[in-house]
């Protein structure tokens, strides 16, 4: 069966119109100085088979309630580490970790609230996951507007074919916004401020979820309760954050002192139950490139269930034999640096000259827990048009997964293309572009 | 999912200067319109007036200069442009708020602008859409705000501009005392933004209808008087 | 056994009223193995709601806010307590944070060389060393550091306060894989907080001073809070909204009864 989008790509210059009413940007930061581009949006969407995507949806499910897991046993039990499964270095070195999470239960064990998955599917049909976000993955407002529009623009085409509807993002985050908010306070996003990169997108899910949209220094805790004050000075109860500020910003009390994005004493509103704080803080714990390798082990620990979804083949040098194994294989490998401060990065063992590999496998051999090595996936390129030719360009998708009560996997996801044809990077900062994700039924 | 009813200063603040910047928009293509007719075959005493109240910096030389720099130029706050660059910088906080079909509006017009600007559109009559989605904008958002007092606050601050620019434009009394009624019936329904003291006194001021002090002076009094008048 | 009558009292008066004033103090002295509190009491100005807890390095805070604008903060912490020999019990906890850099005792490849100590001495026999190292090393030098100054830029510059002499040693000791952690509490006769190091042996925990040259602490230091670093248990820590300046004075007294 195939999709007919030539209706949608011949109305694409009405689409971008509609892009630019709608102000769909990104802030990009470029020498000191805040920039807002439109991000580039491709008509022809990534076509995702309902069967397909019913086997991705399990796998996802099933990969978010063992980090959620995880997350729990960390701050808790430890009983994975104690158990030998995951070894405490992996744990208590990553930047992620946060002591002051300890013994911190969030409502219904949940931690990773929005969890953004970044797949990519290999040429030979098998998708792998190459990266958990945890912490405040960004990117399901994109597909949800660009849905709205292209709907608008392009009915037909929607008649046409049976793509699952994607707007109701707004709808799983608000019922999980409720689910969490105990208290029944009011239910707030709060954005560092209109020079985020992804700012569009706090203001979008604001107007969508029907949440209020609150900026640092308009929340403050009183009590040990979180409150948003009004013009006149009256105050309501807030009951449920989802913060697009990161962790060692959110209180100024215990993290970074000079913050001023944060609330000072957030966390012990947070400790004591006050208030529900979504992405829960720490999660960064288990997003980390070094304990990315032991997801699935954490499937089969926790779930007693065979992963579904594969990771990229990942050797841990920690290990002996995949120590030896990557110094052997190193030219044909992706090596990558986990203790992010490093800065060394990610790194293609194709890409560098003797003396440089040289270099990184001393690196190697001197700091072995520092360094994951994974083998590069051919993965498949999608159409894009540019120009009025289609050209094919690497792609990978982000999947949201929404935990409240339940464990849903949104039916899309943002997928991100490199417009560069020689460049596997598919990072929005550096020129790439997005498509609308469908999923179709057979 | 609770709502919340309450309006952040901060937000009140957006809320106000969107609708100043909004209404100066039009305001000053309005009067930039009438200035452009002049120019096409009058005398130069017949739309320096107005000329002068727009360009009160004395920016520009030429009639073309005063053309361009007053539709486009960045650097001189009192152009369309600016004007709405401006108004923008504030809807763009509130899209929440005033919803994503209200702030296109505005979107559109910065966009319409700046290709103009780029093409160095002479023709007036090419902003003609920036008239259009300007009132487009007031009626999607007394449509679509559902917070009364965000609209309220809003309001206020549309109808502070337009007393303003009615003084500045010399406008009668008679125009000068229904503007100020319209706004007082905004806040009225704001009765905590308001300085009551400055109300008293403005009051009095228009009651008075200029007979006791000099144009200039009335004038200027009332502009100062009129910008203190919200808490904002 | 050792009894003190201790006296911790600060204001901080701001140049004009600042909102939503937010405190965090650990300003009250640590229960454990060595230390038992026979009296306490904590005065706060009354326009402050403040509340008790727990750190997530085990010690006791108390944290809240003004209720309304204010240009005074003061408080009061005094109280008596009997102290032991200087010696804690490790019961769980996570010993691991204590064992790697943390931003403030980060290491470099000059620092690891100045460190380095003879493998077949004991963690104790090596923490000695290590602290004495610091003392000899170093130069007691009000003013030339600030909270923030992390352990290279002291190394580097060999001069400092107490605190700087602490993150020195912490630094050194995880340099040679030895737990070691950040300690701040009253010391007799010194009229201010102090600073020191407890370093863990596989059992316990033992007290150092190196800003002393003390090595096994005994006696005569009433431990506050400890962490990984100065930053993990300031005595305390405030925010405010408003443009005020801030001045704070503090007065310390230990007494032996």
């Known amino acids: 069966m195939s999709i007919k989008i030539k209706e949608l790509t011949e109305s694409r210059n009405t689409v971008n119109k509609w892009m630019e009413r709608y102000g769909v940007r990104f802030g990009v930061y470029k020498n000191g100085v805040f920039n807002e581009q439109l991000f580039p949006f491709d008509p022809v969407p990534r076509i995702i088979w309902k069967d397909d995507w019913d086997y991705l949806e399990q796998g996802l499910r099933q990969r978010v309630k063992a980090l959620n897991r995880f997350l729990w046993d960390i701050y808790h039990d430890k009983e994975i580490i104690t158990d030998g499964i995951v070894p405490e270095e992996f744990v208590y070195s990553s930047k992620g970790y946060l002591p002051e999470c300890e013994q911190i239960s969030p409502t219904g064990g949940v931690y990773a609230h929005i969890a953004g998955i970044d797949l990519v599917e290999g040429k030979d049909g098998q998708w792998y996951v190459l990266e958990d976000n945890l912490r405040i993955p960004s990117g399901a407002s994109y597909p949800m507007i660009a849905r709205e529009i292209t709907r608008r623009v392009s009915p037909s085409t929607f008649t046409t074919h049976a793509v699952a509807e994607n707007r109701d993002y707004a709808d799983l985050l608000r019922d999980m916004m409720d689910e969490m908010n105990d208290n029944r306070g009011i239910s707030v996003i709060l954005t560092p401020g209109r020079y985020n990169s992804a700012y569009f997108e706090h203001s979008y899910l604001a107007e969508k979820t029907g949440a209020t949209l609150v900026y640092p220094g308009e929340l403050f805790v009183e009590d040990n309760i979180v409150y948003y004050t009004g013009i006149n000075k009256e105050r309501t109860r807030v009951g449920c954050i989802y913060r697009r500020v990161s962790d060692e910003y959110m209180d100024p009390m215990i993290f970074e002192a000079s913050s001023l994005l944060g609330i000072p004493n957030v966390m012990q509103a947070y400790k004591a139950g006050n208030v529900a704080l979504v992405n829960a803080p720490g999660n960064g714990v288990a997003d980390d490139k070094g304990i990315y390798y032991f997801v699935p082990k954490m499937v089969e620990y926790y779930l007693d269930e065979k992963p579904i979804l594969q990771n990229a083949p990942t050797y841990l040098p920690y290990f002996k034999e995949d120590y030896d194994f990557v110094l052997k294989n190193i030219r044909r490998l992706v090596v990558k640096d986990v203790s992010e401060a490093g800065g060394y990065g990610v790194v293609f063992g194709k890409d560098l000259q003797e003396d440089e590999l040289e270099k990184l496998k001393s690196l190697i051999i001197e700091q072995p827990r520092r360094w994951i090595a994974q083998e590069v996936i051919d993965f498949k390129d999608l159409e894009i048009l540019e120009g009025n030719e289609f050209v094919e360009r690497k792609a990978d998708l982000r999947a949201f997964v929404i935990s409240g009560k339940e464990t849903k996997v949104w039916r899309s996801g943002l997928t991100r293309f490199s417009r560069n044809p020689d460049s596997f990077v598919v990072n929005s900062s550096q020129g790439g572009g997005f498509k609308d994700t469908w999923v179709v039924k057979n | ?232 | ?257």
């Open chain 2, 1 to 232: 999912m609770v709502k919340s009813t309450i309006i952040s200063a901060h937000k009140a603040n957006n809320l106000f200067w969107l609708g100043r910047y909004e209404e100066r928009v039009y305001i000053t293509l309005h009067q930039l319109s009438k200035c452009c007719d002049k120019m096409i075959d009058g005398e130069t005493k017949d739309y320096l007036p107005i000329w002068q109240k727009l360009d009160t910096q004395g920016n520009y030389q030429t009639n073309d200069e005063f053309t361009v720099g007053m539709m486009y130029d960045e650097t001189n706050p009192a152009s369309i442009l600016s004007a709405q660059t401006k108004a923008m910088d504030n809807a763009i906080l509130l899209r929440e708020e005033i919803m994503s079909e209200t702030l296109g509006y505005l979107e559109m017009s910065v966009a319409l602008l700046k290709e103009c600007r780029n093409k160095s559109e002479r023709n007036f009559c090419r902003l003609q859409p920036v008239i259009d989605w300007s009132l487009a904008f007031w009626g999607a958002a007394e449509q679509r705000l559902h917070n009364h007092e965000a609209l309220y606050i809003m309001m206020m601050g549309r109808n502070v501009e337009n007393l303003d620019m009615l003084l500045r434009f010399d406008y009668n009394h008679e125009r000068i005392a229904l503007a100020y009624d319209s706004l007082k019936r905004y806040i009225r329904q704001m009765p905590g933004l308001l300085n009551e003291d400055i109300e008293s006194q403005l009051d009095d001021l228009i009651a008075s209808k200029s007979t006791k002090i000099s144009d200039t002076e009335y004038k200027n009094c009332m502009l100062s008087l009129l910008n203190q008048l919200t808490k904002i």
């Open chain 3, 1 to 257: 056994m050792k009894r003190y009558l201790y006296n911790y009292q600060t204001i901080v008066t701001f140049s004009e009223a600042v909102s939503r004033h937010a405190v965090m103090l650990r300003c009250q002295p640590a229960v454990n193995d060595f230390q038992t509190i026979e009296q306490e009491h904590v005065v706060a100005s009354p326009d402050y709601s403040l509340s008790t807890g727990t750190d997530a390095f085990g010690n006791r805070i108390l944290f809240g806010s003004a209720r309304k604008p204010q240009t005074v903060f003061a408080y009061v912490s005094t109280g008596i307590v009997s102290t032991e020999t200087y010696l804690q019990k490790q019961c769980g906890g996570n010993i691991f944070l204590y064992r790697q850099p943390s931003r403030l005792t980060g290491i470099n490849e000059a620092m690891k060389a100045a460190a380095a100590t003879d493998p077949s001495m004991t963690p104790v026999e090596k923490a000695e060393e290590l602290c004495h190292r610091v003392f000899n090393m170093m130069k007691y030098q009000p003013e030339t550091t600030t909270v923030d100054t992390p352990a290279s830029e002291v190394f580097a510059r060999q001069c400092g306060v107490c605190q700087d002499y602490a993150h020195l040693m912490i630094a050194f000791c995880r340099a040679n894989d030895i737990p070691a952690r950040y300690v701040n509490g009253f010391l007799e006769g010194t009229g201010q907080t102090h600073a020191w190091v407890e370093v863990f042996d596989g059992y316990i925990w033992q007290g150092f001073d190196p800003t002393h040259d003390c090595e096994l602490i005994q006696q005569g230091y009433v431990k506050l809070a400890h962490g990984r670093d100065s930053a993990d248990c300031p005595v305390s820590r405030g925010m405010f909204c408003g443009q005020a300046v801030q001045q704070t004075q503090i007065n310390v007294t230990l007494q032996e009864l």
